[in-house]
């Protein structure tokens, strides 16, 4: 049987994903159409689309502001938007793609590849939005390290405010290694962060390149800012290379 498949990821993973997934399917259901909905969340990919789900696809809408491998959809009909316009617009984009005008994704159909060639998608996709996917992409996965290593560096607060000092009297050793273990994860922030961008753009072989360039960005000081320039220069000099090689 025939029907709409979706796909929604925010940076976060948490609460813009599943809203847009509630509001596609509700507009799906509405409509009296099938519709199943990826979900590309903080805890990984659920309800996973299958090349079978592709084969029998009318078409596909990507509300996302991430990377979520679209590439697997070329050859169908395709809407890539903000995760917002699936929550805010989501009866719309199931109009769009039952009215069969929506451009086919150009490319051939690949379901293994993990790479986002912004050059192939349907509606000329904007610079700035493309450069805003990728920023995401390195936030999204870098959070998970600034969650665990605040998390980590708080609990060792309840030792006391100077609980990792030897020289202090509220030293305690638990807290010391809650403490490094927490500092250890804010520093690799950068480089996570960076690794994910230059993998957004450049796919798997990018990453160790990005993640390189943000552990000179954290020796040198650039900081974010180094990070940024780290990977997105890692990300795209690897689809050159990859170009090349083709």
Known sequence: MKKILAVTGCPTGIAHTYMAEEALKTAAQKAGIEIKVETNG?????????????????????AADKDVNPDRFNGLPVIEVPVKDGIHKAVTLIE??????????????????????????????????????????????????????GVLIALSFLWGIYSADPNNTQYNEFA??????????????????????????GGRPAMVAGFVGGLIANVTGAGFLGGIIAGFAAGYLMLFVKKLLD
């Open 176 to 201: 010391a290694l809650l403490m490094k273990i927490g500092g250890q994860a804010f520093g690799i922030m950068v480089p996570i962060f960076t690794g994910f961008i230059a993998y957004s753009i």
């Open 96 to 149: 769009q793609i039952t009215s069969g005008t929506i451009p086919i994704r150009k490319g051939t159909h690949n379901s293994t590849t993990n790479t986002t060639s912004s050059n192939q998608v349907v509606g000329k996709e904007s610079i700035g939005r493309q450069i805003y996917k990728h920023l995401m992409s390195g936030v999204s996965n870098m959070l998970p390290f600034v969650v665990a290593g």
């Open 42 to 62: 903080a805890g990984g990919v659920d309800n996973a689309i299958t090349d079978a789900d592709i084969a029998n696809a009318i078409g596909v809408i990507i």
